[in-house]
């Protein structure tokens, strides 16, 4: 039972504390995605600058992994995390992929509890796939602004579609406790 264990001392350090956050205040999520506006339009902007055509293949090959992982939530949960980070690896900036590193377990939290949201409606489901291909094109065709107008633009659907849900979710409830009344 002896040995040497390596422990992330960083994620838990930025993660932990966010993750009680979210998980004691829900609507702190809305935090978190202006958070990543900042972190994942700023790695594309500079993986497309600085990428490699290594880089970008890694970028091709996550992106095709998402559709490969179907329904599954969890698995494409992870696939669109690894996606994001395949970019900010190509962003080449130590210290955002430092960052982005520390906060994976949280990003991906983050991005599951999106897609439970999001993906019972199949429209949502086919226009964020639109956005993450427009986002990996303007990477790999070295489009900088593009790719960060493309990231800012994904994240932004997110929160809106995430806002009209919880709205529709409110209106069911108001209905359903109206019902229970008469």
Do not use: W
Request: aromatic share 6%; with cysteine; hydrophobic share 40%.
């Amino acid at each position: 039972g002896g040995g040497t264990y390596v422990k992330n001392q960083l994620e838990e350090g930025l993660t932990d504390p966010l993750f009680d956050l979210i998980s004691k205040h829900p609507e702190s999520q809305f935090d978190l995605l202006e958070f990543r506006h900042a972190l994942e339009g700023i790695a594309a902007y500079y993986a497309a600058l600085r990428g490699t055509s290594n880089d970008f293949a890694k970028v091709k090959q996550s992106f095709d992994q998402i559709a490969l992982a179907k329904d599954e939530l969890k698995q494409k949960a992870k696939a669109i995390n690894d996606f994001h980070f395949c970019i900010a690896e190509a962003s080449h900036n130590v210290v955002l992929l430092h960052l982005v590193r520390g906060m994976q377990s949280l990003l991906e939290q983050n991005v599951l509890q999106n897609l439970t949201v999001l993906l019972k409606k199949s429209d949502i489901s086919s226009q964020l796939a639109e956005h993450r291909r427009l986002l990996m094109d303007a990477v790999i065709d070295g489009n900088p602004e593009q790719a960060r107008l493309a990231s800012n633009a994904h994240l932004a659907y997110i929160e809106e579609a995430l806002l009209e849900a919880g709205k529709e979710h409110s209106r069911i409830e108001r209905s359903l406790r109206r019902t229970k009344q008469n």
